[in-house]
C-alpha cells in the first residue's frame, strides 16, 4: 500500500496571478514591482491590459515583460469586468488562479505562496485572503462574532456578506473574493468560467454557480494570513465609487434580477419587496459612506433628497428593460 508524502513536503502549486487593468497606470506598475519579488518557485503574472496608453507607458511595461520572463501582458480594448476576468483564466497556465484588482496591493514577498500553501489540502478549491486598509490594521471590525458569522457568506435572499477585514481563519466560506482570491484552475474549466457579460458584482455569478457544483468535501477558505492592502478610492477601474447614487441602485437591482432570482427563485419572489428595500439601502450607505464624489455634508444630503425622489424612476426603468427584454446586461 502506497503512503501519501506529508502535507509539509508536498510541493506547492504552482500560481497564476491575474491582473486586470483598465485606466490605473501608476498603480498596475507599482502592483507589478510587487509581484515581482515573491518567493514562490513557480508563478507567473498576466496582466489584461485595457487602457489606451501613452506609447511610453507601453514601451514601460513592454521592458518589465522583456526583463521578466513571469510576466505576460495581453492589450484589449475594453472588456468589463466579467470580460476581462474570463479573458485572465483563459489566458493563465498554472494549477491556481489568484486574481488581484490594479489598485491593491499584496503585503510581504509571500502573499503568492501563502495563498499556495493552502491548496496542499486536495479539500480545498478557493481562497479569499484578508483586505487590510493599512499595513499595521488589526480586527477591522467593532463587532468580532458578527464578522465571523458573515465573512464571505450570502444571506438568506442572497445578500452577499464580505468582511474580508477580519483576523480569524475561517474553514469554510460561501464566496471567493474578486480581488486577493483564488480558484484551482480545474474548478474554473469544471463550471465553464465566468460570465463575461457580467457588468457588476462579477465574482457572484461564478460562485452562485458554484454552490451548486461543489463537490463532496470541497470548501472554500478564509485565509487572514495573506494579506492585501486595499485602496478604494483610486479612480480608473470600474469607478464605482465615483458613480452616481443610480449606478449603485441600477447594480443592485440588477444582481436580484439577474442572479438572485436565477439561483433562489422561491425565496427571492417570497422577499421580493425586502430585495427591493435592501437595494435602496445600500444606496443612501453608498451616499454616506462610500461615495468618492460627495466631498461636503450638504451635497450628500442634496443627493439623498435628489435620489429619493428619482428611485421609483429608476426602479420602474428597470423593470421595464427586464421584462421587455431591451436590456441584454444582465448575466443570466
Given amino acids: 500500500m502506497t503512503q501519501r508524502a506529508p502535507i509539509a513536503t508536498l510541493p ?45 507607458q507601453r514601451a514601460f511595461l513592454d521592458g518589465l515583460a522583456a526583463n521578466n520572463p513571469r510576466l505576460r501582458l495581453l492589450y484589449s480594448p475594453p472588456l468589463g469586468l466579467g470580460g476581462s476576468r474570463e479573458a485572465g483564466w483563459r489566458a493563465a497556465t498554472k494549477e491556481i488562479v489568484l486574481t488581484i484588482d490594479d489598485d491593491d496591493l499584496p503585503l510581504g514577498k509571500s502573499y503568492v505562496s501563502g495563498h499556495a500553501k493552502n491548496y496542499l489540502d486536495s479539500t480545498i478549491v478557493a ?14 471590525y467593532h463587532n468580532r462574532e458578527r464578522a465571523l458569522r458573515r465573512c464571505l457568506r450570502y444571506n438568506w435572499f442572497g445578500y452577499p456578506h464580505a468582511y474580508c477585514r477580519l483576523d480569524e481563519r475561517i474553514e469554510s466560506v460561501d464566496w471567493v473574493h474578486g480581488t486577493g482570491g483564488s480558484v484551482r484552475l480545474s474548478l474554473i474549466r469544471r463550471l465553464g468560467g465566468w460570465d463575461a457579460r457580467s457588468t457588476e458584482h462579477d465574482e457572484h455569478p461564478f460562485c452562485l454557480a458554484l454552490r451548486r457544483h461543489l463537490r463532496a468535501g470541497e470548501r472554500l477558505v ?25 449606478r449603485v441602485f441600477r447594480m443592485w437591482i440588477r444582481y436580484y434580477h439577474g442572479l438572485v432570482m436565477k439561483h433562489r427563485p422561491v425565496v427571492s419572489v417570497l422577499c421580493y419587496p425586502l430585495l427591493v428595500v435592501a ?23 442634496l443627493d439623498t433628497v435628489r435620489t429619493s425622489v428619482l428611485l421609483p424612476v429608476w426602479y420602474a426603468r428597470e423593470l421595464w428593460e427586464r421584462f421587455t427584454g431591451e436590456s441584454s446586461r444582465y448575466p443570466d
Fill in 12 to 56: 506547492l502549486p504552482s500560481v497564476s496571478v491575474v491582473v486586470r487593468s483598465y485606466n490605473r497606470y501608476p498603480h498596475l506598475v507599482r502592483l507589478l514591482e510587487s509581484l515581482e519579488g515573491q518567493d514562490h518557485p513557480d508563478y507567473e503574472v498576466v496582466v489584461i491590459e485595457q487602457s489606451q496608453l501613452l506609447p511610453e
Fill in 127 to 140: 481562497v479569499t485572503g484578508r483586505h487590510v486598509y493599512s499595513p499595521d490594521e488589526r480586527c477591522g
Fill in 222 to 246: 478564509f485565509d487572514p494570513t495573506v494579506l492585501l492592502l486595499r485602496t478604494k478610492d483610486v479612480p480608473g477601474g470600474a469607478g464605482v465609487r465615483f458613480g452616481g447614487a443610480g
Fill in 279 to 301: 437595494a435602496c439601502y445600500s444606496v443612501f450607505r453608498y451616499i454616506w459612506h462610500d461615495s468618492k464624489v460627495h466631498h461636503t455634508r450638504s451635497e450628500r444630503w
